[in-house]
């Protein structure tokens, strides 16, 4: 049974609404029973089956931050499109509240696919995903498991197992450091079972950000706690459960990308403190790959990780049209 969820209304997004775009809010169930919330983007000339993509992320955003522009402004490119909360926030279904898994997230974007290929005006035959930060290694994932998957875009990824498992770039890659991260995080399980109440990790720094912080950091806190500030949004907030991303420590998600057949375009800054993730995917989707030949890194010159957010002169939605309009055939 489908979980009633209270949706918002009105617009709320931290972007404009679209005079070219019909829009609705729609949801759908995964095969874990939670049920997840979605806002539906549909060109105002869409006639017949057309192509589809579904899109999500970034890692503890929410659909009313970059997902939704991008799902907009694809949709204005002739795709309906849906941006979606994952299980465990915004609007979506699933308790505990702010939790993430690698399992239960990429079904999310397979339950997404569930639900397009079966949308009156979708063509199942032709359906992509677009997955952002965090949510680009899972889509990744999603491609290696669905071949109802197309074609995939990883813009701005991190791959989560990595940099919970190693730290940022790989400085905590020892036995002895993840040992002494899963014993912090387990002796907060007991504590949290104990009181039965569970804490927070804490979301992005509020502003203004000292001086001495890492660029990513003040620039992670300028979108979340800034310009696109949300009340749903974990980073906009006291971000995820403390142990939600424990999972991924053990559970690495991209073991088998180099078998994907289908069309995949990442896409990265190329001075963003997270371009070895998309870099090294690249590498590794194509190491000893049959299927290397419609798969392609991007790197924007100059660009940085957010700027693959929300910055419209920096984001290459004419190449996410021609890439997706070559691969939706």
């Not at 609404?17 to 095969?31: G, L």
């Not at 049920?35 to 659909?63: N, R």
């Not at 950000?209 to 906009?236: I, T």
């Amino acid at each position: 049974m489908n979980e009633k969820l209270s949706l918002v209304k009105e617009w709320d997004k931290t972007f404009e609404k679209s005079d070219k775009v019909n829009h609705c809010k729609v949801t759908f169930m995964n095969r874990y029973g939670i049920t997840l919330a979605a806002d539906m983007y549909t060109p105002k000339e869409c006639t017949g089956k057309m192509p589809a993509i579904a899109v999500s992320g970034p890692f503890g955003a929410v659909k009313e931050q970059c997902a939704g522009l991008y799902a907009q402004t694809m949709a204005e490119k002739g795709f309906v499109t849906i941006a979606f909360d994952p299980s465990f926030t915004g609007e979506s279904g699933g308790y505990p509240r702010h939790m993430a898994s690698p399992d239960i997230n990429t079904e999310d974007f397979q339950a997404a696919v569930d639900f397009l290929s079966n949308l009156e005006t979708a063509d199942p035959d032709r359906i992509g995903i677009i997955g952002i930060c965090g949510w680009g290694g899972m889509a990744l994932n999603a491609a290696a498991l669905d071949t109802r998957i197309k074609a995939a875009a990883a813009m701005t990824m991190y791959d989560m197992s990595r940099v919970n498992a190693n730290g940022y770039f790989d400085i905590a890659n020892t036995e002895k450091k993840r040992y002494e991260l899963r014993k912090n995080l387990n002796a907060v399980r007991t504590e949290e079972f104990r009181t039965g109440e569970y804490s927070r990790a804490g979301g992005c720094m509020p502003l203004p950000v000292p001086e001495d912080v890492p660029f990513f950091v003040k620039d992670y806190s300028e979108y979340y706690k800034g310009r696109a500030y949300h009340e749903r949004s974990l980073n906009s907030n006291d971000g995820w459960n403390t142990v939600g991303c424990m999972s991924f420590i053990n559970q690495p998600i991209m073991k088998y990308i180099n078998e994907i057949r289908s069309a995949v375009l990442i896409v990265h800054g190329e001075n963003a403190h997270s371009v070895y993730f998309g870099q090294d995917a690249y590498a590794n989707m194509i190491k000893d790959s049959k299927y290397a030949e419609n798969k392609e890194l991007l790197l924007i010159p100059d660009a940085v990780h957010i700027d693959l957010y929300d910055n419209m002169e920096v984001i290459p939605f004419d190449k996410l049209n021609e890439f997706f309009k070559e691969n939706l055939i």
